[in-house]
């Protein structure tokens, strides 16, 4: 275990079988209590994981993730604060990877309300490997489905628009927008998408005006 800003100090840890099909994982864990932050490290690392330890609050979560470049962060939540839900949104939206709230409290609002924060998972006490193993592996999958509905979305809006900006341009429907596109992408060895991200950048392109020549 490599605790941030300070020296390292490697937890010993029993390799026990990791229980999914998961691969061993960099795995950041927070929070300012260091004997909780010692419990729950223990416990990811008896997994077979490479944990991160960081001390001190959880206000640099987000920039630590960015730097640090984890596949997951835990952060330990020890009290049921308006403050500390503004913390796991802040958490949340800042983090550059799927976080685990291990939840410290005994109020059911406040878990059901940090549950509506956007973690991907949240569990009580921390301390069981076997539910912080299936919480990881939880957390990973609703991550993948995440980007990748965000990726389907993200590729329609692409298309959707190349569509339109040849619907305009040759005066066709939205299916002969789209024959177009296809063939394409045949006719090239290209995926529809890939097409259309063209036709996209190539509209933006010839629409932007130009720079004003430098006297």
């Known amino acids: 275990m490599e605790p941030l800003g300070g020296a390292r100090a490697p937890i010993a840890r029993p390799r026990l079988p990791v229980m999914s ?108 490997p076997a539910e912080l193993q299936s919480s990881i592996d939880i957390t990973l999958q609703r991550f993948a489905e995440y980007h990748n509905l965000e990726g389907a979305f993200g590729r329609r809006a692409v298309t959707e628009r190349a569509k339109g900006i040849l619907m305009e341009r040759h005066g066709i429907d939205e299916r002969a927008a789209f024959d177009l596109l296809r063939d394409e992408a045949r006719r090239t060895n290209r995926k529809v998408v890939d097409v259309a991200e063209a036709v996209a950048a190539s509209h933006r392109l010839l629409s932007s005006e130009p720079d004003p020549p430098s006297s």
């Not at 709230?101 to 005994?106: F, I, M, P, Q, S």
């Open 21 to 128: 099909g998961s691969e061993d994982l960099r795995v950041l864990v927070a929070d300012g209590r260091p004997e909780r932050l010692q419990q729950v490290s223990r416990a990811v690392a008896s997994l077979g994981h490479e944990v991160t330890t960081l001390e001190g609050g959880l206000d640099a979560i987000g920039p630590t993730t960015a730097a640090e470049r984890p596949d997951l962060a835990i952060v330990i939540v020890g009290e049921s604060s308006d403050d500390a839900l503004r913390t796991i949104g802040r958490i949340v939206h800042e983090a550059a990877c799927p976080v685990i709230a291990v939840l410290d409290v005994e109020d059911p609002a406040f878990i059901n309300e940090a549950a509506r924060r956007g973690i991907f998972a949240y569990i009580r006490g921390g301390g069981d």
